[in-house]
């Protein structure tokens, strides 16, 4: 039991940088990217393969980040440039990705048991919390400047802000690469704590970055974007511990993974709107009695009028 929750521990922290991608898309830019399901895999195949090669783990890692931020820029260059639909951008440009990632490994999966890498000599439970809080205040710091800002008005609305003079497809385009590269840098993270890359490795990680920014949200809220990121980085923690105690449930397999995911996100998507008819009942009940108050003391007073 004890092995799973630091497991989980480890592997929420290393998921963290792809949650924070995918809230950039989703959240700030309100972009529906798929291309993280093709970049994930991009940048644990480029870590992969460079390590193998003899390359150091350091410069492996920031090759895999570039990768997927070059891989997130076509995407939004399809869609700003050639108009194409957001949705279909992202399809797309994760379709090119699965043939592209084959290309880098040249097979289906490459091992790097043996190798060097970034997580070989340090302890992750140790070191990767400062990683991901100061990766963390960095995208804070960067959502507060001048560029930083016009990204989120981007999201929150993109026809204001051209009346500004600001160019949206610059900054959906940097928002997009940007997502892109934290979560391919969650990919090579990924592929150096498992030793492997694999093609398919990245089938599905939209739905578990949208489960953390979800979870993250309905349980430590997003009032700013201070606390937002922190409900990010805290909701791949939590998702990872509560996958880690389901597959522990017995008549539950390692194969139903997907299906776990799918009602962890259905929970967390129904938990907002419980919260909100629940607030809305105890408001209802509190102003039925505070009516049913005034209608006995006014019912009382008259009464008292009557024998006057």
């Avoid at 090119?96 to 970034?118: C, F, H, Q, W």
């Avoid at 929150?156 to 003079?165: A, E, K, L």
Wanted: proline share 2%; hydrophobic share 55%.
């Amino acid at each position: 039991m004890y092995d799973s929750i630091m497991g989980a521990l480890e592997s929420g922290l290393l998921y963290a940088f792809m949650a924070l991608g995918v809230y950039i898309t989703f959240r700030i830019l309100d972009f529906p990217d798929l291309t993280v399901d093709g970049s994930f895999t991009t940048g644990g195949a480029i870590a992969a393969v460079m390590i193998t090669q003899g390359y150091s783990p350091w410069l492996a890692t920031f090759c895999a980040m570039a990768g997927g931020m070059a891989a997130g820029m076509c995407t939004g260059l399809l869609h700003t440039k050639g108009k194409i639909n957001g949705l279909l951008s992202g399809i797309l440009m994760m379709i090119a990705l699965y043939s592209i990632n084959l290309r880098i490994l040249d097979k289906p999966n490459v091992s790097i048991m043996g190798e060097d890498t970034l997580l070989s000599s340090i302890n992750p439970l140790l070191v990767m919390p400062f990683i991901v809080v100061a990766v963390k205040l960095l995208m804070d710091l960067f959502l507060r400047t001048d560029l930083g800002l016009a990204l989120r008005a981007t999201g929150d609305n993109s026809r204001m802000i051209r009346s500004f003079g600001v160019n949206t497809d610059t900054t959906t385009i940097l928002g997009i690469s940007l997502s892109n590269g934290l979560v391919a840098l969650s990919g090579a993270l990924i592929a150096q704590s498992s030793s492997f890359a694999d093609s398919t490795m990245g089938i599905g990680m939209i739905v578990i970055g949208l489960a953390s920014v979800i979870i993250g949200e309905a349980i430590f809220g997003a009032r700013n974007v201070f606390r937002a990121t922190l409900a990010v980085v805290l909701g791949s923690i939590v998702y990872r511990i509560v996958v880690a105690l389901a597959l522990r449930v017995p008549w539950l397999k390692a194969s139903d993974l997907k299906l776990i995911t799918a009602v962890i996100v259905i929970i967390a998507l129904l938990f907002p709107s419980l919260q909100r008819y629940m607030k809305q009942k105890r408001t209802a009940r509190r102003r039925s009695a505070e009516l049913a108050a005034l209608a006995l003391r006014s019912k009382k007073g008259g009464a008292a009028d009557a024998k006057a």
